[in-house]
């Protein structure tokens, strides 16, 4: 009896972090020293040794750890549970609509720096006049 289970492919994981933060197989090989052709292999590989993993991790800015136990679904999870309006809550829940009208702040702030001038004007008249 067997049950179907996901492999753990490294090279996909690796594959997918790198899409994700939007750095093509090129640059991954420059940082590491090598050419692209060697990252496809990795990428294609369903293990990969300790130290080139480490150094993998390093130039994607992630863990050995994060790697390893990348999920879609879990950064899919995390992103719907942080999301506004999302039922799932697992913190204080935080508020993203503004409780002022923006447009009202800078007629506001429009409006102190109009009297602001009116009051040097006012000043330096007073000023002009005394002498």
């Known amino acids: ?9 490294i090279g996909r994981k690796i594959s997918r972090i790198r899409e994700l933060r939007d750095m093509k197989q090129e640059a991954l090989a420059q940082a590491l020293g090598t050419n692209q052709q060697a990252i496809s292999a990795i990428e294609n590989s369903e293990t990969i040794d300790e130290e080139k993993l480490k150094a993998i991790a390093e130039a994607l800015g992630v863990s050995v750890e994060g790697i390893k136990n990348f999920s879609e679904e879990a950064i899919l999870n995390n992103i719907q549970n ?23 702040k800078v007629v506001e702030l429009y409006e102190r720096l109009v009297q602001a001038e009116k009051d040097k004007v006012e000043y330096l008249e007073r000023l002009m006049k005394e002498k």
């Open 82 to 104: 942080n999301y506004e309006g999302s039922v799932v809550h697992s913190g204080p829940t935080v508020n993203h609509n503004c409780s002022f009208n923006p447009l009202d």
């Open 1 to 9: 009896m067997s049950t179907l289970t996901k492999p753990n492919h």
